[in-house]
T-cell receptor
Framework: DAGVIQSPRHEVTEMGQEVTLRCKPI?????LFWYRQTMMRGLELLIY????????DSGMPEDRFSAKMPNASFSTLKIQPSEPRDSAVYFC??????????FGPGTRLLVL | KNEVEQSPQNLTAQEGEFITINCSYS?????LHWLQQHPGGGIVSLFM???GKKKHGRLIATINIQEKHSSLHITASHPRDSAVYIC??????????FGTGTRLQVFP
């Protein structure tokens, strides 16, 4: 298995632009997690899905952030409009029921 | 206040030394991950444990659920062990809360 796949790996954009991050979980995993990592706040859970249904989105910073999981093999995290403070590394992870979480390589986002 | 406390925050060692990283958390959990993040940024789960002890190669993780404490040990440390080690307890269902991490540098 290729592991968790994230795209793009790097994104540079200007303030106000829409940013879409993509994640393909490991086949057969039924939980998917979006995390953000910054120097100031470390790793934080943004949202997680179980069987494609959002379970906990309490970590989503504000209405500018939205996440979807239209099917078991794909999820998106969208920021609209983006701001410089959104610059971070965004990780996607997946797991089977109560199992170990496997992390993707991350998307490094820079908002100018 | 961070619900997860790790110590030490930074650690340097000579190759071959025995390493211990500690993690304390404040509320009941179902299990706990130890994660490793290398300078390149990738995150790998080393262990997920809910009781007792687990061993993988030179790495050993222990947890005491009653005392709300876990430790990660590295025997015969090597420069390639240099990384940030993150304790991440699992609350409620699958929600991870992350420690601040321990930055380990092992010198030859």
């Amino acid at each position: 298995d290729a592991g968790v796949i994230q795209s793009p790996r790097h994104e540079v954009t200007e303030m106000g632009q829409e940013v879409t991050l993509r994640c393909k979980p490991i086949s057969g995993h039924n939980s998917l997690f979006w995390y953000r990592q910054t120097m100031m706040r470390g790793l934080e859970l943004l949202i997680y899905f179980n069987n494609n249904v959002p379970i906990d989105d309490s970590g989503m910073p504000e209405d500018r952030f939205s996440a979807k999981m239209p099917n078991a093999s794909f999820s998106t995290l969208k920021i609209q409009p983006s701001e410089p403070r959104d610059s971070a590394v965004y990780f996607c992870a997946s797991s089977s029921e109560k199992g170990t979480q496997y992390f993707g390589p991350g998307t490094r986002l820079l908002v100018l | 206040k961070n619900e997860v406390e790790q110590s030490p925050q930074n650690l340097t060692a000579q190759e071959g030394e025995f390493i211990t990283i500690n993690c304390s958390y404040s509320v009941g959990i179902s299990a706990l991950h130890w994660l490793q993040q290398h300078p390149g940024g990738g995150i790998v789960s080393l262990f997920m444990l809910s009781s007792g002890k687990k061993k993988h190669g030179r790495l050993i993780a222990t947890i005491n659920i009653q005392e709300k404490h876990s430790s990660l040990h590295i025997t015969a440390s090597h420069p390639r062990d240099s990384a940030v080690y993150i304790c991440a307890p699992i609350y409620n269902t699958d929600k991870l809360i992350f420690g601040t991490g321990t930055r380990l540098q092992v010198f030859p």
